[in-house]
């Protein structure tokens, strides 16, 4: 493993880190909250850190496979760790488990939160809490090859280990030329969103803090109550529909310029997404409707706002869900299961994922009443390698087996199953909120440090899709020669 070159691009992580951490001590000194100190002393110790590792000379700048996925896990890990600093510093968590937990959920997009309210904490802290999570939308390692030119091609295999999603073949071999075009994509997306809750009467504060959390699906709200806080009909709607926008596989997006706006609408995993999003919509809505007693349109706006919210793993909310009926509530844990779609911000299983392993049970079912016939799993009209196949049954498997160890250890704390199930099912899935004492008014302060240490893990390993850090876990990985 080259580990001179890891080491180097940790660095160049760190002082990126640094220097997006700028915006927050403007805000600090804008606001003059108090928490100035704390970020200067974080963003020097951050580029101190950062130049020292970037004097280290590697032997060979060639990118191998499990140097891709080591780097991805580092980083993310190191970015985390690194990011928790500032809670700590300024004695907002002065707890280093909730700290961590804060920083890591926030660079997932996973939204949870430990902290009871937040309108009365400093502004920059709850914007930093807000850009983590901007930061960790796309992922932090392709921001890193977006900035820099020295990134070589073979740096696919970075890609590899952080894209979203079973396929990586979506993006072209110049992979840091993608890396520019989707975080082009994501400002854009970013800058029209603030501009619309604008003029929705959203305060320039609040607006660019619900794009950020909106874009990178990440749920971290400036206002106790989320969304709801705000009573708008017209800020509901505008950022139900970012969120789904967010939701979609952002390098579809690449082909709008090229006028192939069909091509986005024929995706297989994109009707498959919109279709499921309406149908849950809708049974939702029906039930608000007949039992809750709400008008259609309330009932409509609530129902889809919470599906987007939760499809896409995004965590804000616009009214509390836990008084729901149970049939909407089941509806929104198996949105929450799906997620949303390959090379999105949100996080679940995705589906693609999903779609093919109905196409794979169809199959099977086929060649019981079929035995000597051939079937091929196809998707948009393309062959899908066994391999793809394979790997995501495994994939599944290990997503199932996360939650039941996870929960196992969670019930220690002895909280109603709801809670536990839907809070490592939350965390696991990078969405925030669950049900019951972790739903949408509810918080994660109440757990132990061994349950949120596992939480934690759980939001690092649902980002990374499992691998990168099980990889970094296993002896094996650091015995075999670069491949």
């Not at 963003?43 to 060979?60: D, V, W």
């Not at 809670?87 to 920083?103: H, K, M, N, Q, R």
């Not at 800058?191 to 749920?219: F, K, N, Q, R």
């Not at 199932?400 to 965390?427: K, Q």
């Amino acid at each position: 493993m080259n580990h001179r070159l890891i080491a180097k691009s940790l660095g160049a992580l760190l002082t990126i880190e640094a220097v997006c951490a700028l915006p927050s001590l403007i805000i600090s000194m804008t606001y003059n909250d108090g928490c100035a100190p704390a970020f200067t002393l974080f963003i020097i110790s951050l580029t101190a850190a950062g130049l020292a590792l970037n004097l280290i000379k590697p032997k060979s700048i060639e990118i191998y496979a499990r140097d891709g996925f080591a780097l991805v896990g580092f980083g993310w890990i190191v970015s985390a760790i690194f990011g928790a600093l500032p809670f700590i510093i300024s004695g907002v968590i002065p707890s280093v488990t909730d700290a961590l937990f804060e920083s890591v959920s926030g660079f997932t997009t996973t939204g949870a939160s430990i902290l009871a309210e937040v309108e009365s904490l400093p502004k920059s802290i709850v914007f930093w809490r807000s850009f983590t999570s901007w930061m960790g939308g796309v992922g932090v390692l392709a921001l890193m090859m977006a900035i820099l030119p020295s990134v070589k091609a073979n740096s696919i295999h970075i890609m590899q280990a952080e894209a979203p999603g079973p396929y990586v073949d979506k993006f072209t071999p110049r992979i840091a030329w993608v890396a520019r075009i989707l975080y082009v994509i994501y400002i854009g997306i970013t800058l029209i969103e603030v501009i619309l809750l604008l003029m929705g009467g959203m305060p320039l504060y609040d607006a660019v803090v619900h794009a950020m959390s909106t874009t990178s699906t990440g749920g971290f709200s400036s206002r106790n109550l989320s969304v709801g806080a705000y009573n708008s009909p017209y800020i509901e709607i505008v950022i139900t529909i970012f969120m789904l926008l967010c939701g979609v596989n952002l390098s579809l997006y690449q082909m709008i310029p090229r006028g192939k706006i069909n091509a986005i609408l024929k995706d297989s995993e994109t009707r498959f997404f919109i279709a499921v999003f309406i149908c849950a919509s809708l049974f939702v809505t029906i039930e608000l409707a007949a039992r809750n007693g709400e008008s259609a349109p309330d009932a409509a706006r609530h129902a889809a706002f919470q599906v987007s919210t939760l499809i896409t793993s995004t965590g804000f909310s616009s009214v509390d869900f836990n008084k729901w009926p149970e049939f909407s509530k089941m509806v929104l844990i198996m949105v929450m299961f799906m997620g949303g779609c390959t090379g999105s911000t949100a996080g679940g299983i995705k589906c693609m994922r999903i779609l093919l392993i109905f196409k794979i049970l169809r199959n099977e079912l086929a060649k019981i009443l079929h035995p000597n016939s051939v079937h091929v799993t196809r998707l948009n009209g393309m062959p899908v390698e066994d391999s793809v196949l394979t790997g995501i049954l495994s994939f599944f498997f290990l997503y199932m087996a996360v939650i039941a160890v996870s929960m196992l250890i969670i019930s220690l704390d002895g909280f109603r199953l709801e809670t536990t199930f839907t809070a490592t099912l939350s965390a696991v899935s990078n969405m925030g909120p669950g049900l019951d004492m972790v739903g949408p008014m509810g918080n994660y302060s109440g757990f132990s440090d061994l349950s949120k240490i596992v939480l934690t893990v759980c939001m690092l390993l649902g980002r990374l899709e499992i691998f990168p850090i099980l990889l970094l876990c296993a002896p094996s990985f650091w015995k075999q020669a670069n491949k």
